[in-house]
């Protein structure tokens, strides 16, 4: 995931100690949907999936596929994000987070997350909202940007 500053119209760089301190004490709700197809394992969703009926990964009427759903609230308590689980905050899916070398926040999914990605997104709290931050996902087979 990536923030961005709608005030100044710039990316915030998480690396930068002041920039991660715009997030401390926020949230970032995150969650997908993705689909695997019944019986695959985790290297055959690699392959090219080629062409159906509607075109190259266009949407079909029906589908063998099978619906996997995921996601997390990712809490800054402090200037390290850590995934925030509890009795009423369930995390599906996640198994670890943190920051890449060009300041994104990385969620890395498990194991059983792998699909094509149908949907993804990453919602502010009201927190990072009147702090005028917003965020935008990049999704791989295992790790959201």
Known sequence: MRFYDARDKSRISLRSTTQ??????ADLVIGWVKVTPSGTTAASLLK???YDA???YRDRTATSETTIA?????RFDSETPRVHANSSHRC????SVRLSSTGDLQVVSSTEQRGAVV???????ETLATRGLVTGVSATPSVRR
């Not at 995921?70 to 990712?74: A, D, E, K, R, S």
């Not at 993804?120 to 709290?125: E, I, L, V, W």
């Open 70 to 74: 995921g996601g997390c609230v990712i």
């Open 54 to 56: 509607l075109g190259p």
């Open 48 to 50: 090219d999936p080629g």
């Open 119 to 125: 949907n993804a997104q990453a919602d502010p709290d």
């Open 92 to 95: 599906i899916g996640v198994s």
């Open 20 to 25: 991660r301190r715009r997030v401390v004490g």
